[in-house]
């Protein structure tokens, strides 16, 4: 079983929907919690970490669920530029777990 | 403040040939990962270091990689000889290991084409 698994979509939303990705992990004594966002050809760059509250960062909101082990990430008002594929994060212990990546398409 | 770096951006070469990829992580920090990426298998972690050690290189695909970091501002993944099936996106990134909910830094990669 892999450590972390999302769902790779695509996901094909219009501008200004509202659009969220789950993502699960398999390490209950997982430490901390992050989602990536990656353009075509580029770095991965840290979008928000999660916290055990549930945070928010503008139109993006992060959840976490220990007890089911899942993360969740929600978009609002999505826009063109929020294309992109986004990925969960799960660091146990410094060594860093990615999931395969959700793609979201926004179009006009 | 000056992310991590990585040289060079883009590397082409022939089948045989050595590939060696440098990586300047941000500085005070202590751990150091090593990545490949590709369209087939995602982002697959080759190896990392704390404080200039490898704690763990069970991703590393063959004896023909390996990596070194001789000090804290430098580290290095040199592939011998390189192959086709090498050609990937690899990058580096670095973290502050002291607290466990900092994220991971990534630099810009280096794009290895082997022909």
């Known amino acids: 079983r892999k450590e972390v698994e999302q769902d790779p979509g695509p996901f094909n939303v219009p501008e200004g929907a509202t659009v969220a990705f789950n993502c699960t992990y398999s390490n209950s004594a997982s430490q901390s919690f992050f989602w990536y966002r990656q353009d075509c050809r580029k770095e991965p760059k840290l979008l928000m970490s999660v916290y055990s509250s549930g945070n928010e960062d503008g139109r993006f909101t992060a959840q976490l669920n220990r007890a089911s082990q899942y993360i969740s990430l929600l978009i609002r008002d999505s826009k063109l530029s929020d294309s992109a594929t986004y990925l969960c994060?799960?660091?146990?212990?410094?060594?860093?777990?990615f999931g395969s990546g959700t793609k979201l398409n926004v179009k006009p | 403040d000056a992310g991590v770096i990585q040289s060079p951006r883009h590397e082409v070469t022939e089948m045989g040939q050595e590939v060696t990829l440098r990586c300047k992580p941000i500085s005070g920090h202590d751990y150091l990962f090593w990545y490949r990426q590709t369209m087939m298998r995602g982002l697959e972690l080759l190896i990392y270091?704390?404080?200039?050690?490898?704690?763990?290189d069970s991703g590393m695909p063959e004896d023909r990689f390996s990596a070194k970091m001789p000090n804290a501002s430098f580290s290095t993944l040199k592939i011998q000889p390189s192959e086709p099936r090498d050609s990937a996106v690899y990058f580096c990134a670095s973290s502050l290991g002291q607290y466990s909910n900092q994220p991971q830094h990534f630099g810009d990669g280096t794009r290895l084409s082997i022909l």
């Open positions: 270091f704390n404080n200039n050690v490898p704690i763990d």
């Open positions: 994060v799960v660091n146990n212990f410094n060594k860093f777990y």
